[in-house]
């Protein structure tokens, strides 16, 4: 596949993002702490005090066998959507992709960038380089869930790559579609009193639910996929 190969040399932007698409706020500080030391325990709550456990560990190493099933699919330049501590970023251009990753937590970005990797601080919500142009868009690690609304999700990432450009997301292996109020919590800190903490949209999606959104909106299936105990579904823009 052709594509026109979008520029990475932007600088971070304050531009404010649309009204419509609330950004999650990864800027809070347990997050930061825990990329900043590579190691959690960190975790999704909800305010009825139910934990989504996040693999801090595992997105502070080196991308593993699963993240490469997703790479080796990728095509043209490469746009990694919440692309926290940038394992992915950096497995792309050892792959000789070009690629940029976006991530609304400072500390996500700047872990990036001292990977080699370049990097923006901003939501996928934002104005980006290279709009409609890109080859691939990634949504791993459950970015699927960014803004808790996966329809306004697929439909910017629709408008970022390039006419046949490929999206590669991440699904929960279980048959669920469920879209809560959550905030960041690290287990020890005021973070977990019911009520505390900054409060922000979320989904999970199994691969059923994924494709029941996506299909109806003109996408088509490129492919579906098992790797280490991990799903993942392609996407084809139409």
Not at 100 to 123: E, H, K, N, Q, Y
């Amino acid at each position: 596949m052709t594509t026109t190969t979008p520029t990475t040399a932007a600088t971070a932007s304050t531009a404010t993002p649309a009204a419509t698409a609330p950004v999650t706020q990864w800027s809070a500080d347990p997050y930061a702490d825990a990329l900043r030391s590579g190691c959690g325990p960190l975790f999704l709550r909800r305010s009825d005090g139910w934990l989504l456990p996040l693999e801090v560990e595992r997105w502070c190493a080196s991308a593993d066998a699963a993240d490469m099933s997703v790479l080796r699919r990728c095509e043209g330049a490469v746009l990694d959507i919440g692309c926290g501590p940038g394992r992915l970023v950096a497995a792309l251009s050892s792959l000789g992709h070009r690629a940029l990753g976006i991530d609304v937590s400072p500390a996500a970005v700047a872990r990036t960038v001292g990977l080699g990797g370049t990097a923006l601080c901003r939501s996928v919500f934002d104005p980006l380089p290279g709009e409609a142009r890109w080859g691939s868009v990634l949504l791993l690690d459950g970015n699927i869930g960014i803004g808790g609304a996966p329809e306004a999700l697929l439909e910017r990432c629709a408008r970022l790559l390039a006419p046949r450009g490929l999206l590669l997301a991440e699904t929960s292996p279980l048959d669920i579609d469920e879209r809560a109020e959550v905030h960041i919590d690290n287990g020890r800190s005021a973070h977990t009193r019911p009520g505390s903490g900054q409060l922000f949209p979320w989904a999970r999606l199994g691969t059923r639910a994924l494709l029941r959104y996506a299909l109806p909106a003109g996408w088509s299936a490129a492919g579906q996929w098992e790797s280490g105990g991990r799903f993942f579904v392609a996407l084809r823009r139409a």
